[in-house]
């Protein structure tokens, strides 16, 4: 939920008259492209405070908007991260407070930037995944290109041995079959 936000809602009512402070807070999270109202009833005169911060997700920014139970706008910031708003309640009824992150356009932006970068972490992966495998073909290549120099010598040297045991042979198989002459010289005859 990259573009989605978290919501620190601090709402805070103060009644004077009676001495006593009532306050709550809620932190909840706005999904892409949401609206989410909360609702609470308050009397006329009560002296209250909105106040709200994105803790985390998107460009830490939100559309606030506060209505009296006419529907009259008392308060409407639009992309903001935190703000404050103190006010005193013009008549008895059940107040809403909204948060959107609607701007469609800027999280839309926001979803396509993740998704760019996503893609981009992949594709650096892939080109490490590519480079590391020439390497290993080039070692391969070399090593196989190697052992094809070796093997070449050693089979150029094993036809020179086999020649030269062949001749050898030859030539001792020839003197054992040879006519030796003996030769006797007469002395005085």
Known sequence: MYGSFRMLLQALWAQLLCGWVLGSELTFELPDNAKQCFYEDIIMGTKCTLEFQVVTGGHYDVDCRLEDPDGTTLYKEMKK?????????????????????EFSTFTALTQMESACVSIHEALKSVIDYQTHFRLREAQGRSRAEDLNTRVAFWSIGEAIILLVVSISQVVLLRSFFSDKKTTTTRIGS
Do not use: E, L, R, W
């Open 81 to 101: 991260q935190y703000d404050s708003f103190t006010f005193t309640a013009p008549k008895n009824g059940t107040y809403k407070f909204c948060f959107s992150n």
